[in-house]
Nanobody, 124 residues
Framework: QVQLVESGGGLVQAGGSLRLSCAAS????????MGWFRQPPGKEREFVAA????????YYADSVKGRFTISRDNAKNTVYLQMNSLKPEDTAVYYC?????????????????WGQGTQVTVSS
């Protein structure tokens, strides 16, 4: 098991930026990939971005490509999501998740552990 704690959410105007953090603790060596998902109001949870702990390869949803950047600090067991040029449609609860798999996957069913989520609200 790994424990995940997100932080950094909040209220921001359209065009602004936020940086989310996800601190991992516990059996982190068992997990190779970290992902960010989000659930907009009244909608299903969707994939946002993912990164491999080793090598740092990344993958993004088309809706955030070029605006969001996922990164990791292996020494701190922390993954970040830098969100720039935010839009009202980015409003959602953002979740961090951990996957034991060897390569990046976008399906939420592939992820074994989840954080509690952090709210991001973008006003127009």
């Amino acid at each position: 098991q790994v424990q995940l704690v997100e932080s950094g959410g909040g209220l921001v105007q359209a065009g602004g930026s936020l940086r989310l953090s996800c601190a991992a603790s516990g059996r982190t060596l068992n997990f190779n990939v970290m992902g960010w998902f989000r659930q907009p109001p009244g909608k299903e949870r969707e994939f946002v971005a993912a990164i491999r702990w080793s090598g740092g390869s990344t993958y993004y949803a088309d809706s955030v490509k070029g605006r969001f950047t996922i990164s990791r600090d292996n020494a701190k067991n922390t993954v970040y999501l830098q969100m720039n040029s935010l839009k009202p449609e980015d409003t959602a609860v953002y979740y961090c998740a951990a996957d034991r798999g060897s390569y990046v996957r976008t399906s939420q069913s592939a992820y074994d552990n989840w954080g509690q989520g952090t709210q991001v609200t973008v006003s127009s």
